[in-house]
T-cell receptor, first 115, second 112 residues
Framework: DVKVTQSSRYLVKRTGEKVFLECVQD?????MFWYRQDPGLGLRLIYF???????EKGDIPEGYSVSREKKERFSLILESASTNQTSMYLC??????????????FGPGTRLTVT | SQQGEEDPQALSIQEGENATMNCSYK?????LQWYRQNSGRGLVHLIL?????REKHSGRLRVTLDTSKKSSSLLITASRAADTASYFC????????????FGRGTSLIVHP
């Protein structure tokens, strides 16, 4: 049974704090993604990684950084949290796309509140 | 901007009725996928339809794709209260990255 796990379901941080969100997948997938989800805006891609130590900016990378030191783990870092980063954060993984599947597997999400 | 846009934004029906959601997109695609999200949870993949396919079925789900109109529909037949969720379409662009772009979703409520 495939699984993507996120380190926290709920997180409350103060403005200016450094925040780490961790994501782990057990499917040996090549690609991993971080999205944020806000009401009325859907899912927006922050960063993705197609291999260990490789990363690409998504649509809204400002204020975020990522780290992928191991294939199974993809971390999202908020260097200095701000209230406008209060959101639901979703991690996903995807095997190498091909004729079989483009299906992404999502974690349960982390609801981050920055006060 | 969003590649796919779902319509309606919200849908409320009674158990047993059919639910139809639509997705329109702007540029040619390779694939279109539908995902489901229960409240406060991650997304779950439902079905993928390729640009050369017109219709696919999976259990009570029926997806159609009309590339000439750049639109897709998701039909859930004989809906159940457990189908209450948000439904998203995701598209990846023809000749572009394999990374899908998600729409804003349709919120479906099925009343028992």
């Amino acid at each position: 049974d495939v699984k993507v796990t996120q380190s926290s379901r709920y997180l409350v941080k103060r403005t200016g704090e450094k925040v780490f969100l961790e994501c782990v997948q057990d499917m040996d997938h090549e690609n991993m993604f971080w999205y944020r989800q806000d009401p009325g805006l859907g899912l927006r891609l922050i960063y993705f990684s197609y291999d260990v130590k490789m990363k690409e900016k998504g649509d809204i990378p400002e204020g975020y950084s990522v780290s992928r030191e191991k294939k199974e783990r993809f971390s999202l870092i908020l260097e200095s949290a701000s209230t406008n980063q209060t959101s639901m954060y979703l991690c996903a993984s995807l095997n190498r796309p091909g004729p079989v599947s483009y299906e992404q597997y999502f974690g349960p999400g982390t609801r981050l509140t920055v006060t | 901007s969003q590649q796919g846009e779902e319509d309606p934004q919200a849908l409320s029906i009674q158990e047993g009725e059919n639910a139809t959601m639509n997705c329109s997109y702007k540029t040619s695609i390779n694939n279109l996928q539908w995902y489901r999200q229960n409240s406060g949870r991650g997304l779950v993949h439902l079905i993928l339809i390729r640009s050369n396919e017109r219709e696919k079925h999976s259990g009570r789900l029926r997806v159609t794709l009309d590339t000439s109109k750049k639109s897709s529909s998701l039909l859930i037949t004989a809906s159940r209260a457990a189908d209450t969720a948000s439904y998203f379409c995701a598209t990846d662009l023809e000749g572009g990255s394999y990374i899908p772009t998600f729409g804003r979703g349709t919120s479906l409520i099925v009343h028992p």
